[in-house]
């Protein structure tokens, strides 16, 4: 017995010194002390033995097997440290380094930041909402009337499965921000004053100025007493923020069933300076936000008395703002994925 092992161990010693690989060395490990094994079923045997000759053949198996163990993890280590220096790769380190290429942020994404940054210093919290709506809340919430257009199939992305249903069981890709306006008033006491950026959805043509899908950033305030007059200044501060510099803008009157009264804010296009180009329509102006008071009807739907509550209301569209800041001229430019686009910001 004592012979048996001895040999089994010179076998595998003479075996292992022509492995080149890990894949002979485990075949090789396999074939001796696998489950059925050569040297395990050497071992296996020792039960048969003479009840005096099983201590001394057991001390020297369990030798020899250790042997073996060390001998197979040592030759695993040798050919390890031989594959790593066969794909480690000699440069030249007189050749100038390869430049690091940086990431940058998408130019919405900048503009969202700034806006932050502003609404921030003016002490408003930032709100997030889900992209999924529903009729209720992006309608019937919101002062829409039965039978209004933006309710169609034609203007808005409903979800095939609930199309037929009404409201909160009819669901849909959010076509504006201002529903979750109402979500937040029923969550919160007033007063308050917050901003929500996010995506929406339009189910529109394109052109160099609309997208299917764009952003917009909407801010609300919420108090016993706000004037118009402040409300200008304020849009006036946050596009000066974000431009460096004083943007002349115009408010005009403008229809939206959510407020009441309603305006149309416009700035002066930054493509033209006014002139006139394809993103302006040739004008010189562009329509970058509506807004107003919130009319009585939603503030009622969001849990508040307006007899006693009053607010001031605007929805900024993130996509022309970013195109008016970075000299864009064709929206379609920010969501096509071209890095070509991409890598100037």
């Given at each position: 017995?004592?012979?048996?092992?001895?040999?089994?161990?010179?076998?595998?010693?003479?075996?292992?010194?022509?492995?080149?690989?890990?894949?002979?060395?485990?075949?090789?490990?396999?074939?001796?002390?696998?489950?059925?094994g050569k040297?395990?079923?050497?071992?296996?045997?020792?039960?048969?033995?003479?009840?005096?000759?099983?201590?001394?053949?057991?001390?020297?198996?369990?030798e020899i097997?250790?042997?073996?163990?060390?001998?197979?993890?040592?030759?695993?280590?040798?050919?390890?440290?031989?594959?790593?220096?066969?794909?480690?790769?000699?440069?030249?380190?007189?050749?100038?380094?390869?430049?690091?290429?940086?990431?940058?942020?998408h130019p919405?994404?900048?503009?969202?930041?700034?806006?932050?940054?502003?609404?921030?210093?003016?002490?408003?919290?930032?709100?997030?909402?889900?992209?999924?709506?529903?009729?209720?809340?992006?309608?019937?919430?919101?002062?829409?009337?039965?039978?209004?257009?933006?309710?169609?199939?034609?203007?808005?992305?409903?979800?095939?499965?609930?199309?037929?249903?009404?409201?909160?069981?009819?669901?849909?890709?959010?076509?504006?921000?201002?529903?979750?306006?109402?979500?937040?008033?029923?969550?919160?006491?007033?007063?308050?004053?917050?901003?929500?950026?996010?995506?929406?959805?339009?189910?529109?043509?394109?052109?160099?100025?609309?997208?299917?899908?764009?952003?917009?950033?909407?801010?609300?305030?919420?108090?016993?007493?706000?004037?118009?007059?402040?409300?200008?200044?304020?849009?006036?501060?946050?596009?000066?923020?974000?431009?460096?510099?004083?943007?002349?803008?115009?408010?005009?009157?403008?229809?939206?069933?959510?407020?009441?009264?309603?305006?149309?804010?416009?700035?002066?296009?930054?493509?033209?300076?006014?002139?006139?180009?394809?993103?302006?329509?040739?004008?010189?102006?562009?329509?970058?936000?509506?807004?107003?008071?919130?009319?009585?009807?939603?503030?009622?739907?969001?849990?508040?008395?307006?007899?006693?509550?009053?607010?001031?209301?605007?929805?900024?569209?993130?996509?022309?703002?970013?195109?008016?800041?970075?000299?864009?001229?064709?929206?379609?430019?920010?969501?096509?994925?071209?890095?070509?686009?991409?890598?100037?910001?």
């Amino acid at each position: 017995m004592q012979d048996l092992l001895k040999n089994l161990k010179d076998e595998i010693e003479n075996k292992i010194k022509a492995v080149k690989d890990d894949v002979v060395l485990e075949n090789l490990r396999v074939e001796y002390l696998g489950r059925k094994g050569k040297f395990t079923e050497a071992l296996k045997s020792i039960k048969k033995l003479q009840a005096e000759e099983k201590p001394l053949i057991g001390k020297l198996a369990n030798e020899i097997k250790l042997e073996i163990e060390h001998i197979f993890n040592e030759t695993k280590n040798i050919l390890a440290g031989a594959g790593q220096e066969k794909n480690n790769k000699i440069y030249d380190t007189s050749l100038p380094g390869q430049p690091v290429t940086l990431s940058g942020l998408h130019p919405i994404t900048k503009i969202i930041y700034d806006l932050n940054d502003v609404f921030r210093s003016l002490n408003f919290e930032i709100y997030e909402g889900n992209e999924l709506s529903n009729e209720k809340e992006v309608f019937d919430d919101l002062n829409f009337p039965p039978g209004h257009p933006a309710r169609e199939s034609m203007d808005t992305y409903w979800l095939k499965q609930s199309e037929k249903n009404c409201g909160v069981d009819r669901l849909c890709l959010r076509p504006h921000l201002t529903g979750a306006s109402v979500q937040y008033m029923r969550t919160h006491q007033p007063p308050f004053q917050f901003v929500y950026p996010g995506r929406v959805f339009r189910l529109e043509a394109t052109d160099a100025g609309h997208e299917r899908c764009f952003y917009q950033y909407e801010a609300l305030i919420v108090n016993k007493d706000f004037a118009f007059s402040a409300g200008k200044i304020m849009i006036n501060t946050i596009l000066e923020r974000v431009f460096g510099h004083p943007i002349e803008t115009r408010m005009r009157a403008g229809f939206f069933p959510f407020v009441e009264p309603g305006f149309e804010i416009d700035m002066q296009c930054q493509v033209c300076h006014g002139h006139g180009c394809s993103v302006c329509k040739h004008n010189g102006w562009l329509e970058v936000m509506p807004g107003g008071a919130p009319h009585p009807n939603v503030l009622k739907a969001g849990g508040l008395d307006p007899k006693v509550w009053q607010g001031f209301y605007i929805n900024v569209g993130l996509d022309r703002l970013a195109m008016m800041k970075y000299g864009i001229d064709d929206v379609r430019l920010m969501h096509s994925g071209d890095l070509r686009f991409l890598k100037q910001f």
